[in-house]
């Protein structure tokens, strides 16, 4: 078998956290009387604090504006409401069940921190799935750096070489290649049209590409 690992990233592979993300910013600068682009929130997908979400809104602002430990708190209540009842993104499961069932260890690779994550696994039952999780929790850097996903495969025991990655953002496939994962890009809506050419594979979704068609020799 080529693979005995497959690594995903979490925010936008496993779940989609980013459209609720951005539309959450989106409404806070509407109701400050501006707008966020997405070409300007693109720069901030599968890393951390690429873009001054407040900073820039504190300079167009058209009113008064609520400190940021407020304004976060906020933006976080909503997007828990708007991600109340989400479900897995296409093909996730069925990889899993998959991958469960050849026996390759599977772990995350991601830039938010573990609670974030730890928290949607548990509310949507797939934590058992993951032998690991790799994140930023104070030790790991956040992508594009490798340490994630070269901490990732040292946890489950797999050479980079043997390990897919699947992400959704140029940040992550950097990550991942220069890890020296074999990458899998699945862009979201918020990423298509975002550059991919580093990635080892580009595909619409996970139900459009079987597990087994990367595992054959």
């Given amino acids: 078998m080529r693979f005995r690992a497959v690594v995903f990233d979490f925010d936008g592979v496993v779940l989609d956290t980013e459209t609720t993300d951005f539309r959450a910013w989106c409404e806070i600068y509407e109701a400050?009387?501006?707008e966020l682009s997405?070409?300007?929130?693109?720069?901030?997908?599968?890393?951390?604090?690429a873009f001054d979400v407040y900073g820039t809104l504190r300079a167009r602002a058209t009113g008064p504006l609520?400190?940021?430990?407020?304004?976060?708190?906020?933006?976080?209540?909503?997007v828990a409401e708007l991600l109340d009842g989400v479900q897995p993104l296409p093909g996730v499961t069925t990889w899993l069940d998959e991958a469960r069932a050849r026996g390759l260890a599977v772990g995350i690779a991601s830039s938010s921190p573990p609670d974030w994550i730890e928290h949607h696994l548990g509310r949507l039952g797939l934590r058992p799935y993951f032998a690991c999780i790799a994140c930023c929790d104070g030790s790991l850097p956040p992508k594009p750096d490798p340490a994630s996903y070269l901490a990732a495969c040292e946890r489950l025991?797999?050479?980079p070489a043997g390990a897919v990655a699947v992400e959704d953002s140029p940040h992550g496939v950097a990550a991942a290649r220069a890890a020296g994962l074999y990458t899998v890009a699945v862009p979201n809506d918020l990423t298509r049209a975002l550059d991919f050419g580093a990635a080892d594979l580009v595909v619409d979704s996970l139900e459009s590409l079987p597990l087994a068609a990367l595992l054959s020799p």
């Fill in 38 to 49: 997405l070409e300007e929130w693109a720069d901030d997908i599968g890393t951390q604090a």
């Fill in 32 to 34: 400050h009387g501006c």
């Fill in 66 to 78: 609520a400190a940021e430990d407020e304004l976060r708190r906020r933006k976080r209540a909503r």
């Fill in 157 to 159: 025991g797999v050479h």
